[in-house]
């Protein structure tokens, strides 16, 4: 019994310790495209435009939502976030080349509609594999410590802007970091991927006949009204 509590021990150490790194690289990420964008969109088009990235934000937010929906219904989970964050890296590495060969300053709308999305997404891979590879209980205890390594890199991404974005041209040079942490954050996912296959890569199918609920029915429930008022108020 006492060997199978320490590999028991083992493994939850190694998950916690994987995904809270997989939290750092992505608050890390997100922290620095926030400031950069944010930074050369008022800069270039000064408030009055703002609420117009918050309707792109919504449009969008629901497309990628629903798309990330129906295909893990088809694909396991790592194999959908690592093509989903390295399309993101991608982003990053034309958003830097756009600012710095072309000054092209309009990338700054689009990077900044992206960050918000990139937030709620990133946290449902980050979230998706810990509900896999942890048991409620342990998820009760530890998960808070993966969200800490989030915060730790949004702390880290506002310490390494301040004295970028005093430089001329500073603002760019974010985005190149915030595409490198992607690059360790697709990196993350794999090695977790690689390490936890069993139980990671299955794809969660309903059972067989079962139907989908209709719209109607999930509305007249107490519990998924509760949750949509509360992302409602949220957002």
């Known amino acids: 019994r006492r060997p199978l509590r320490r590999a028991r021990v083992n493994h939850m150490s190694r998950v916690v310790r994987l995904l809270a790194a997989q939290a750092f690289v992505f608050g890390l990420s997100v922290s620095l495209l926030v400031i950069a964008s944010s930074a050369i969109f008022l800069t270039a088009y000064g408030s009055r435009w703002l609420p117009l990235t918050f309707v792109a934000i919504a449009l969008f937010g629901t497309l990628v939502a629903a798309w990330i929906a129906r295909v893990v219904r088809h694909r396991p989970l790592p194999h ?6 390295s399309a993101v890296g991608v982003l990053f590495f034309g958003a830097w080349a756009v600012l710095t060969l072309w000054s092209g300053v309009w990338v700054s709308a689009p990077m900044l509609v992206l960050f918000p999305i990139l937030l709620q997404v990133g946290f449902v891979f ?18 808070p410590r993966i969200v800490f390594g989030f915060a730790f890199g949004f702390l880290a991404g506002g310490l390494v802007a301040m004295p970028l974005l005093s430089l001329p041209g500073g603002a760019n040079g974010l985005f190149l970091i915030a595409a490198i942490a992607q690059v360790a954050f697709v990196m993350l996912l794999a090695v977790t991927a690689g390490r ?27 519990f998924v009204l509760l949750l949509i008022t509360y992302q409602f108020l949220s957002a």
């Open 196 to 222: 936890f296959a069993e139980r990671l890569c299955q794809v969660e199918r309903a059972p067989h006949g079962l139907p989908r609920p209709p719209i109607h029915r999930l509305l007249s429930s107490r």
């Open 126 to 143: 980050v979230g998706g594999q810990a509900g896999r590879l942890l048991d409620v209980q342990q998820i009760k205890i530890h998960f």
């Open 80 to 85: 959908v976030a690592i093509l989903a964050e």
